[in-house]
């Protein structure tokens, strides 16, 4: 079963790039890694989504190395507006046949002025 | 918007009581999870459904179970409640199952449950 860990917060400035990493030693084969965002009192929202190597969409990037034991989250020119909760979350584990979800333990992230 | 809603936004409710939470996929998704979020827990994954069965299962106690029905809306009933299962519970919907292609999984805005 995949365990997740993440940095319990950290702090920004505007206009900066944001690094959030997550530790996932255990991942099965077949996981996928997920990043959602989350405002207070709020469901998660997606942000990305990948296997391996690099993904990119028009809000962050997504670094996985080839051991798959880490993913790194990339926020390009963080603004006030990205202050939020960042977790991640392991795809399906298969374990005698069934699956299961991670989330990780979240990170706040704090952006300044 | 994710396109998931779920019903009632907020429950109060006493120990020893029984409720039903309810959520309603995104237009075309098979998939359903349940997912509770407190503040000493985290978020925890509940359990899953696909086109209504049972697909996977996570730390839902015996007091708590779900059902997926053949329009697909989905049901979590909490029984013998407890203070301690007073939290944020979130469903999530995703077009297949588990471990096929890229299968994100898409929040409603949760139901929060408190427990007196």
Redesign the interface.
Same mark, same amino acid.
């Given at each position: 079963l995949a365990k997740t860990t993440q940095p319990i917060s950290m702090d920004s400035y505007e206009g900066q790039e944001v690094n959030i990493t997550c530790s996932h030693n255990n991942i099965a084969t077949?996981d996928?890694i997920?990043w959602?965002q989350q405002f207070p009192? &709020?469901?998660?929202?997606?942000i990305i &989504?990948g296997y391996k190597t690099k993904v990119t969409n028009e809000v962050a990037s997504l670094f996985i190395p080839a051991d798959r034991k880490s993913s790194t989250l990339s926020l390009p020119r963080v603004s006030l507006s990205d202050t939020a909760v960042y977790?991640c979350?392991v795809?399906?584990s @298969?374990t005698s046949g069934?699956?299961?979800?991670? @989330?990780g333990?979240?990170t706040r992230l704090k952006v300044l002025a | 918007d994710?396109g998931?809603t779920q019903t009632p936004k907020h429950l109060i409710t006493a120990t020893g009581q029984r409720v039903t939470l309810r959520c309603s996929p995104r237009s075309g998704d098979l998939s359903v /999870?349940w997912?509770q979020q407190s503040l000493d827990q985290? %978020?925890?994954?509940l359990i899953?459904y696909y086109n209504g069965e049972e697909?996977?299962?996570?730390n839902i106690l015996e007091r708590f179970s779900a059902q997926q029905f053949p329009d697909l809306h989905s049901e979590l009933n909490l029984s013998s409640l407890e203070l301690g299962d007073s939290a %944020?519970y979130?469903c999530?919907s995703s077009y297949s199952r588990?471990?096929v292609g890229?299968?994100?999984? /898409?929040?409603?805005?949760?139901t929060?449950l408190t427990v007196l």
């Open positions: 077949n996928y997920t959602y009192s &709020q469901g998660p929202r997606f &989504q977790y979350l795809g399906a @298969f069934t699956y299961k979800y991670i @989330f333990t979240g | 994710s998931v /999870y997912y985290g %978020l925890q994954f899953q697909r996977a299962k996570g %944020l979130f999530a588990a471990g890229t299968d994100t999984q /898409y929040f409603g805005p949760g929060r």
